[in-house]
T-cell receptor, first 112, second 114 residues
Framework: DAGVIQSPRHEVTEMGQEVTLRCKPI?????LFWYRQTMMRGLELLIY????????DSGMPEDRFSAKMPNASFSTLKIQPSEPRDSAVYFC??????????FGPGTRLTVL | GDSVTQMEGPVTLSEEAFLTINCTYT??????LFWYVQYPGEGLQLLLK?????DKGSNKGFEATYRKETTSFHLEKGSVQVSDSAVYFC?????????????FGKGTKLTVNP
């Protein structure tokens, strides 16, 4: 099994630039989650999808953040424009049965 | 809302020492409880879980018992190894709410020295 795949693993960009993070969930999983992890705030759920439909986006911090899941095997998290305070590790996770989430390796984002 | 409180770290132990990481929760329904582990540079991995009161989850020598009367799910291991050095997260999911969301604690960093 390939596990949850995220790309890129590291991203360094300048303030104001658009950033797109990508996730491929485990085949057969029907739920997908985007998290953000920082030292100050810990692990935060940003949004989750069930059967490609956004169910809860209450954790999305601002309108600068958007997420899509055009099909069962791909999701994106976009930040436009990016700001230094968006610097964090972003995780994607997927699940088939309720509650058993499998995490990807994360994307470390640095906004200068 | 639902919440998880776990002991703040960091925790530093010598190899073969006994480990306890405390976790308590607040939930309106009947949550499932989890411990996840995050090794350096990696994503979180499910370590163990318990779905109802008095259940004991166990894996890799780690154990935790779902205690409804004390709303706790403390993680224990009898003899830690250097390879157990990681960040440990307690989490809950409230099935009554019909949500698939997990609520995580802030994590406890464990360092095991040889």
């Amino acid at each position: 099994d390939a596990g949850v795949i995220q790309s890129p693993r590291h991203e360094v960009t300048e303030m104001g630039q658009e950033v797109t993070l990508r996730c491929k969930p485990i085949s057969g999983h029907n739920s997908l989650f985007w998290y953000r992890q920082t030292m100050m705030r810990g692990l935060e759920l940003l949004i989750y999808f069930n059967n490609n439909v956004p169910i809860d986006d209450s954790g999305m911090p601002e309108d600068r953040f958007s997420a899509k899941m055009p099909n069962a095997s791909f999701s994106t998290l976009k930040i436009q424009p990016s700001e230094p305070r968006d610097s964090a590790v972003y995780f994607c996770a997927s699940s088939f049965r309720v509650n058993e989430q499998f995490f990807g390796p994360g994307t470390r984002l640095t906004v200068l | 809302g639902d919440s998880v409180t776990q002991m703040e770290g960091p925790v530093t132990l010598s190899e073969e020492a006994f480990l306890t990481i405390n976790c308590t929760y607040t939930a309106t329904g009947y949550p499932s409880l989890f411990w996840y582990v995050q090794y350096p540079g990696e994503g979180l991995q499910l370590l163990l879980k318990a779905t109802k009161a008095d259940d004991k989850g166990s894996n890799k020598g780690f154990e935790a018992t779902y205690r409804k009367e004390t709303t706790s799910f403390h993680l224990e291991k009898g003899s830690v190894q250097v390879s157990d050095s990681a960040v440990y997260f307690c989490a809950l999911s409230d099935r009554q709410g019909g949500s698939e969301k997990l609520v995580f604690g802030k994590g406890t960093k464990l360092t095991v020295n040889p």
